[in-house]
């Protein structure tokens, strides 16, 4: 099956810094790659998410690169604010599956 | 607010009750799935329903719990027999192919076994 590892597992940055997290995937049949963003006692929450027929994908201040030769995908948020402290999640899923696979996900802090 | 609830939002049990929680999807989605997700961990599948077919089931989910989406909209997940191992926090979310497959969640059910 598919197992997706996440790092880093924490990350601090100063206010208006950018901070990247970086996954890999194992299951070379993966083509939809999500990530979520989760606030304490909150339900996860989709941000962005690519599929394998592109490259890059970006919204605002967040942007997804995917490189499906090395198996990997990473969030970029740039201009980071407070509002962005949260636990981050990247998954993977394959074609014709119906799982998402999550990653052990990334704790940012952004300080003020 | 992605439009999934879920019902109760905690629950504290015993070991060895039963427990039962409750997932609304999205109205016009046709797909519910169950995670469960321990802390400091990412969410673990458990389930997946296409209307109220139950379709693919994780080797996570033992003969102790039990899952049913009766009509295809709102959909159940027992635990029997709660041990303390089950303690987690429990999520639903709901897509549709029209959405591009993607997944929204609900809050989910905290779940705590004594």
């Known amino acids: 099956g598919e197992n997706v590892e996440q790092h880093p597992s924490t990350l601090s940055v100063q206010e208006g810094d950018s901070a990247v997290i970086k996954c890999t995937y194992s299951d070379s049949a993966s083509n939809y790659f999500p990530w979520y963003k989760q606030e304490l006692g909150k339900g996860p929450q989709l941000i962005i998410d690519i599929r394998s027929n592109v490259g890059e994908k970006k919204d605002q201040r967040i942007a997804v690169t995917l490189n499906k030769t090395a198996k990997h995908f990473s969030l970029h948020i740039t201009e980071t604010q407070p509002e962005d402290s949260a636990v981050y999640f990247c998954?993977?899923?394959?074609?014709?599956?119906?799982?998402?696979?999550f990653g052990e996900g990334t704790q940012l802090t952004v300080n003020p | 607010d992605t439009g999934v609830s879920q019902d109760p939002r905690h629950k504290i049990t015993k070991r060895g009750q039963n427990v039962t929680f409750r997932c609304d999807p999205i109205?016009?989605?046709?797909?519910l799935y169950w995670y469960r997700q321990t802390l400091g961990q990412g969410p673990e599948f458990l389930t997946y329903f296409q209307n109220e077919a139950q379709l693919e089931k994780s080797r996570l989910l033992s003969d102790r719990f039990s899952a049913e989406r009766p009509k295809g909209s709102f959909s159940t997940l027992e635990i029997q027999r709660t041990e303390q191992g089950d303690s987690a926090m429990y999520l639903c979310?709901?897509?549709?192919?029209?959405?591009?497959?993607?997944?929204?969640f609900g809050p989910g059910t905290r779940l705590t076994v004594l």
């Open positions: 109205s016009e989605h046709n797909r």
């Open positions: 998954a993977a899923r394959e074609t014709s599956g119906s799982r998402l696979t």
């Open positions: 979310a709901s897509s549709s192919g029209l959405a591009g497959g993607r997944e929204f």
